[in-house]
């Protein structure tokens, strides 16, 4: 069976830029999409970057143990499907799980051949200068995913990997060696 590769890390610091170009150089690798409660954002398309559910389905699919994992962050729910992962870990694809610091080490305890990698933004001040250049977010949501980063970040020591996104490409040469010492 082929490990599943979980990236994680604090909102902003580019795993979704990261993982793009990752996949762009490698497309034999799968990127999992998460299901969420969440508005759509301008350009997003349903199926590519998320499952958009309601809240009611969300819960239902809860109830009904369809998620490896699942989250609830500023008002909105996140989730894996288990089906999708599971099939994927069985059919020897090369998958790419992008969730939240918590469902990654909830991933971990239910699937052992997991390799963890968080990214780490170059400081904290580029974080939030990234956090603030999105424009998508109200500042009492900024205000609260930069309290939330501080205790994510030191929940890192958990990962197998770190990678600092000093820039995207050193990352993607970063995680393209993590695999291939891990031999994914």
Request: net charge positive; proline share 2%.
């Amino acid at each position: 069976m082929k490990k599943l590769i979980v990236i994680s890390g604090s909102s902003g610091v580019g795993k979704g830029t990261i993982i793009k170009n990752f996949l762009q150089k490698h497309p034999d690798f799968k990127l999992s999409v998460s299901c969420t409660t969440r508005k759509k954002r301008e350009g997003e398309i349903d199926g590519v970057n998320y499952y958009y559910l309601s809240k009611e389905e969300f819960m239902k699919a809860v109830n009904n143990d369809e998620f490896l994992e699942w989250t609830e962050f500023s008002d909105n729910y996140y989730g894996t499907n288990k089906t999708f992962v599971q099939k994927c870990l069985d059919n020897n694809e090369r998958l790419i799980l992008e969730i939240d610091v918590k469902g990654a080490i909830n991933v971990k305890e239910k699937i052992k051949n997991s390799v963890l990698i968080f990214i780490l933004p170059p400081s904290f001040e580029e974080l939030e200068r990234r956090l603030r250049g999105r424009k998508t977010e109200t500042e009492e949501s900024i205000r609260k995913r930069l309290s939330i980063v501080k205790s994510e970040i030191q929940k890192s020591k958990l990962f197998d990997y770190t990678v600092t996104n000093n820039t995207v490409e050193k990352s993607v040469e970063e995680i393209e060696q993590i695999i291939k010492d891990e031999q994914i």
